[in-house]
């Protein structure tokens, strides 16, 4: 799940709560299910039996997940001062990768699966 954010950046109204609360919850539902579409597209890959999709599957299903988990972490770093800070991706980048996989995903399976036999 998403930590929340800091109390200064705090919504100014019940309605900016609720906004921040559903992209917060379309953006995780994004991500798992972009972690879901790779691991079809990995599994997928293998079980095609032809030849570029044994080997391409697997890799962008492994990225998928890579990307999809890198953007769901948050990491504890310690600055020069001493103090410890959360950090992230930032916003923009996280939604890319959350529309950008299962998009990804989806389109290789169109080209794994769509092909005439």
């Given at each position: 799940m998403t930590t929340p954010p800091p109390a200064g950046d705090a919504p100014r109204s019940v309605l900016g709560a609720v906004a921040r609360g559903g992209a917060l919850m379309l953006r995780d539902t994004l991500l798992n299910g972009?972690?879901?579409?790779?691991?079809?597209?990995?599994?997928?890959?293998?079980?095609?039996?032809?030849?570029?999709?044994?080997?391409l599957g697997p890799l962008l299903g492994l990225a998928g997940l890579i990307v999809s988990f890198a953007a769901h972490r948050e990491r504890v770093v310690h600055g020069p001062d001493g103090e410890t800070r959360r950090t992230r991706w930032p916003s923009r980048v996280i939604w890319v990768a959350a529309v950008g996989v299962p998009v990804i995903c989806l389109l290789a399976m169109a080209a794994m699966w769509g092909q005439p036999r």
């Amino acid at each position: 799940m998403t930590t929340p954010p800091p109390a200064g950046d705090a919504p100014r109204s019940v309605l900016g709560a609720v906004a921040r609360g559903g992209a917060l919850m379309l953006r995780d539902t994004l991500l798992n299910g972009g972690v879901l579409l790779s691991l079809v597209v990995g599994v997928g890959g293998v079980l095609t039996r032809s030849f570029p999709w044994v080997w391409l599957g697997p890799l962008l299903g492994l990225a998928g997940l890579i990307v999809s988990f890198a953007a769901h972490r948050e990491r504890v770093v310690h600055g020069p001062d001493g103090e410890t800070r959360r950090t992230r991706w930032p916003s923009r980048v996280i939604w890319v990768a959350a529309v950008g996989v299962p998009v990804i995903c989806l389109l290789a399976m169109a080209a794994m699966w769509g092909q005439p036999r």
